[in-house]
Each structure stands twice: as structure tokens, then as C-alpha cells.
């Protein structure tokens, strides 16, 4: 009875280890402990991108709380765009169409500029490796297992960061973008006073407050209010961003991918550096 008492109980076993589990563990593990042993990047000096990311989204707020500078911004852009793709004020849902394709695409080049997309999979991948590790080691109680996966844990969060903040830059260009093109569409079709576009929509002088389109045997103003005081090109707007904004930044992000896994990679050095060549 007694030594029976000493043995632990059934339910308190630890559960045997999945042999995938463990070949899946080691190699989370290594993959990391490389990232680790990769020389620390140098502290970073001044760029000027960073500069004009920062400004970009200082202006945006700026543009978003004051009429002046909105209204001013979107006139410079319609200097450029007015010609391009105005027709003369005779076919709005084609030059909103055109105006929203010309944003959703410069709003996907920049978040594929400024976000590694191999760096953002391997961070998703280890995170959810690691989790599933962590809650092993939690079911077999292997406190040390679980102080030792801790480090792993910082490298991750820091890397987690990096990604993050080079989305940052890119929300930083699609923010300014879209308060100047949206307010010039609107320009495009009010022209409210003081703020003429190269060409307009408007047919009517300053503050105009219809601009009928026809959709088949249909017309219905865009200046009208459809939700409340959101307008019908607002609504309309909207519409043709979305989608575009997806397909741009789906294929850009494809063709990047594919890019990226034709190049061939860079040996590193028993230093965790790039190889040198021979």
C-alpha cells in the first residue's frame, strides 16, 4: 500500500511527445536561434524617406481637420488630373472610376514597397509554431522548457514590430492619398468658391449641388444625400476603391512574391553575416 501510494497517478503523467511535434519544435528552433545569432543592424541614421512618411502623415491630419489646406492639396492634384482624366466634366463615373484606380494604385505600390513580405510570413509561421510549442511544453509542466522559449518569444516580438512598422510608412502615403483624391473628386463636381479645378463636373458655376448621371433608363444626382448626409459619390467612390484596392494589392504583392523566391538566397557566414564572395 504504501510504495502504491507513492506512485504518481495516471492523469498526472506527462503525455508522450509527438515525434512531428518534436521535429517541428527543433526546427521553429533553429530557424530562430539564426535570426538570434545575426549580427545586430547598426542604429539608424536619418533618412529621408523616413522624413517624408512622417510628413505625409502630419499633412494628412492637417488636410483632415482644416478646409484651407484639404481643399488647396486637392486643387494641386487637380491640376494633374483634371486634364488627364476629366473629359471635359461630360462622363464623371468614368473619371471617378479612373481617379480611383489612379489611387488604389500608388496606395499599392507603396505598401509593397515599404513591407517585406517574406519577413511578415516567416513572423506569422513562427508565431503560430511557437504557440503550439508553448502549450506543449504548458501541458507537460517543463517550466525551464517554457523560461527557455521566453528568449525566443523577444525575437519574435521585435521582428513582429519591424512589420509592423514598415506598414506604418505605407499607411502613411494611402492616409495623405486618399483625404486629397477624394477631396477632389468632390471638387471635380461641387466646385465649391474659391477652389476652381482645371475641369469640372459642374455645370453650373460655383457650389453646385447637381450633377445628374445617367445608369441606363435611370438618373440620379451624385450630390444628393443617400445615407443620412453621406452623399451618392461618396457612396459611388467607394465602390470602385475597394475592389481595385484589393486586386492592386493582391497581384502587386504576387509579383513581388514570385520575384523574391527566383532570386536565389544569400549564404551566411559562421558570423550570421552575408557570405562574402570568392
Not at 502504491?4 to 527543433?26: K, N, Q, R, Y
Not at 499607411?171 to 471635380?188: K, N, Q, R
Not at 465602390?239 to 514570385?258: A, D, E, G, Q
Request: aromatic fraction near 10%; charged fraction near 15%; charge should be neutral.
Amino acid at each position: 500500500m504504501a510504495a502504491g501510494a507513492g506512485a504518481p497517478l495516471p492523469s498526472a503523467a506527462a503525455p508522450p511527445e509527438d515525434p512531428a511535434e518534436l521535429a517541428e519544435e527543433a526546427e521553429v528552433e533553429e530557424e530562430i536561434d539564426a535570426e538570434e545569432t545575426k549580427s545586430p543592424p547598426a542604429p539608424p541614421a536619418f533618412k529621408m524617406s523616413t522624413f517624408l512618411y512622417t510628413f505625409l502623415f502630419l499633412l494628412g491630419i492637417l488636410m483632415l481637420f482644416e478646409t484651407g489646406t484639404r481643399y488647396g492639396v486637392a486643387q494641386a492634384v487637380g491640376y494633374a488630373l483634371g486634364p488627364l482624366i476629366g473629359f471635359g466634366g461630360h462622363r464623371p463615373l468614368l473619371t471617378m472610376f479612373c481617379a480611383a484606380a489612379f489611387e488604389m494604385v500608388l496606395t499599392a505600390l507603396a505598401y509593397n514597397y515599404t513591407t517585406d513580405w517574406i519577413l511578415a510570413a516567416r513572423v506569422q509561421k513562427w508565431s503560430a509554431a511557437l504557440r503550439k510549442v508553448q502549450m506543449a511544453a504548458m501541458r507537460s509542466g517543463k517550466k525551464d522548457r517554457i523560461e527557455a522559449l521566453k528568449e525566443h518569444q523577444a525575437t519574435l516580438a521585435k521582428m513582429s514590430t519591424d512589420v509592423s512598422f514598415a506598414q506604418l510608412k505605407g499607411m502613411a502615403i494611402t492616409w495623405f492619398l486618399v483625404i486629397a483624391i477624394y477631396s477632389w473628386v468632390f471638387l471635380f463636381l461641387a466646385d465649391p468658391t474659391g477652389y476652381h479645378t482645371v475641369v469640372s463636373a459642374c455645370a453650373s458655376g460655383n457650389n453646385c449641388s447637381t450633377v445628374m448621371v445617367n445608369i441606363g433608363t435611370n438618373s440620379f444626382n451624385l450630390l444628393g444625400d443617400l445615407i443620412g448626409p453621406i452623399q451618392a459619390w461618396f457612396v459611388v467612390f467607394s465602390l470602385y476603391t475597394v475592389p481595385l484596392s484589393l486586386i492592386f494589392r493582391r497581384l502587386l504583392k504576387h509579383y513581388k512574391l514570385v520575384r523574391m523566391s527566383a532570386t536565389p538566397p544569400v549564404p551566411l557566414d559562421p558570423r550570421g553575416g552575408p557570405g562574402e564572395a570568392a
